[in-house]
Each structure stands twice: as C-alpha cells, then as structure tokens.
C-alpha cells in the first residue's frame, strides 16, 4: 500500500464506515491499490483520521464483494481480478439491462431521452479529453438513469456490489485506443434504439455494449499476468 492514503473529506451527517468503504472501492477499482497491495488497518485509521473500528467494517465489507482478501491476524490484501467472478457478474449485469432497455423501448419516453442524451453530449466531452475517472461517472450515471426509469434502482446497488472484478478488467481495458468513444457510440445506439421505441435493437445494442471487455480477457492476462485469477 502507497506510505500515505489520501485522506477523505467526511460527511458528519453520515456514518464512517460506509464513507471509507465507497473510498477504499474506489481507489481499489481504479487500481489505484492494485490487487496483492497489502492493507494496514492501523495505517488506513491513522491516513483517514479514524479509529480502527469503522475502517475493520469497510475492510469487510470489501471481503464480502470479493475486493479484498482477508487473513485474520495477518494481513488483508486486495484480492487479484477472479476472472470467473467477472463472468458471472457481466451475466448478472447483462440479463437485467437487457430487460431494461425491452421496457424502455417498450414506452419511450421524451424526459429519459433528453436526459440520456445529456449526459451523451458530457460523456462526448469527457471522451475527447480521456479523462478516464470522470468519463466512468458518467457512464455510471448514464446507466443508473436507465435502472431508475424502469422503476428498479436498487438493482442498479445490487450490480454495482457484484461488479468490482469486472469493473477492474474494464479499467485494465478502458487505454486501449479508441476505447471510450466506442462506449459513447454504444450508448449512442442504446438511445437511439429506445427512442425508436424498437425493444430488439435496444437489446441488442446493449448486448453488445456489454460484450467487449470480457472478448479481451485473454488479450488483458498477457498485459497484467500477476493481477488475474482464473
């Protein structure tokens, strides 16, 4: 782990552990803490100005979505990138979006368009300057207008828990050449097809949105060999 972790500007409305928890995500889905990092409690408590209570929660929490690997009395270190895991988390993700844009398509509607198309034209933004962190939170808005328009935006929670060894390939993926404009021309397609009300060709433009990373696992491996399991 880096000798200092960047400090987190807490909200003291909210609890501790669930600010470090999205924090640590983060920084472990950027790869920023690049899987086998080895995670000090004393040092993240000390970094984040906390005691070590709320910082064992986060490290758990972090355990239960298969980011960390946890060794009791000897150390937690962030886990390496289960390919498998990806797998079945890029199913879960794709089953349910695909169902999504049927529903969406099936009763387009002008508001969630202009909306989409908004954060299109910020992403068309984002893309040309490859800025990578802001341009994914883009992309994780774009996606969670879809899951709140189609009425199930705790699902969107339940993906985002099972995604982190996918997201993680994804980042490994995102420089290569062309990368983000080709998701800004799938997301292009996924509107496009909704506001057609066409359901098939929103499925399918989805599907296909969704495929690219997981095609290039192996291309991924001979790159990172020490960061995949799997």
Do not use: N
Not at 1 to 19: E, I, K, T, V
Not at 31 to 39: C, H, N, Y
Request: glycine share 6%.
């Amino acid at each position: 782990m880096p000798a200092r972790a960047p400090l987190l500007r807490r909200d003291r409305s909210r609890q501790a552990a669930p600010q470090v928890l999205d924090h640590l995500r983060e920084r472990i889905l950027s790869l920023e803490l690049a899987p086998g990092s080895v995670l000090s409690r004393a040092e993240l408590a000390q970094a984040y100005g906390l005691s070590q209570t709320p910082i064992r929660d986060a490290l758990l929490r972090l355990g239960e979505e298969g980011l960390v690997d946890i060794f009791p009395q000897h150390a937690t270190v962030v886990s390496r990138i289960d390919v498998a895991a990806a797998q079945q988390a890029h199913f879960l993700r794709r089953s349910i979006e695909c169902e999504i844009a049927r529903v969406l398509a099936a009763r387009p509607d002008s508001a969630l368009i202009a909306r989409l198309k908004a954060q299109l034209e910020l992403q068309g933004a984002l893309t040309g300057e490859e800025s990578y962190p802001a341009f994914m939170a883009a992309d994780r808005e774009f996606h969670a207008l879809m899951y709140a328009a189609a009425g199930v935006p705790e699902l969107a929670e339940l993906v985002r828990r099972r995604s982190g060894h996918v997201d993680r390939l994804r980042r490994l993926h995102l420089p290569t050449a062309g990368k983000l404009r080709q998701i800004l021309k799938d997301h292009r397609r996924i509107v496009e097809a909704i506001a057609a009300g066409d359901p098939e060709a929103a499925q399918a433009a989805v599907r296909e949105h969704l495929s690219g990373t997981l095609a290039r696992v192996e291309e991924i491996r001979r790159l990172h060999p020490d960061y995949l399991d799997g």
